[in-house]
Nanobody
Framework: QVQLVESGGGLVQAGGSLRLSCAAS????????MGWFRQAPGKERQFVAG????????NYGDSVKGRFTISRDNAKNTVYLQMNSLKPEDTAVYYC?????????????????WGQGTQVTVSS
């Protein structure tokens, strides 16, 4: 079965960096789009970044453009989210997700499988 396991979350000061990883198994990782979403307490799940099967196409939420970078290593079945210049408002649980269709979308409902999430906390 499809499994997505996130890691790399933690506590960091504002202005710092973190790198999240999401290890995938149970399907042909290299065929499908991957996405990162986040959800803060009391808020809806928000699109952060997405990447197509080859890594040649990416998309970012407006609030993270220029600070976050999504990438993937199909040989390792892993997608990454490099987060720089972190702000307190980036505090959330971060989830990776995959969709079994071509193309990056920003809508959580378009993604079929989800990881359990990893907490990112940015202190001011």
């Amino acid at each position: 079965q499809v499994q997505l396991v996130e890691s790399g979350g933690g506590l960091v000061q504002a202005g710092g960096s973190l790198r999240l990883s999401c290890a995938a198994s149970g399907y042909t990782f290299s065929f499908y789009t991957m996405g990162w979403f986040r959800q803060a307490p009391g808020k809806e799940r928000q699109f952060v970044a997405g990447i197509n099967w080859s890594g040649g196409s990416t998309n970012y939420g407006d609030s993270v453009k220029g600070r976050f970078t999504i990438s993937r290593d199909n040989a390792k079945n892993t997608v990454y989210l490099q987060m720089n210049s972190l702000k307190p408002e980036d505090t959330a649980v971060y989830y990776c997700a995959t969709r079994n269709r071509v193309g990056v979308t920003i809508y959580a409902s378009d993604y079929n499988y989800w990881g359990q999430g990893t907490q990112v906390t940015v202190s001011s």
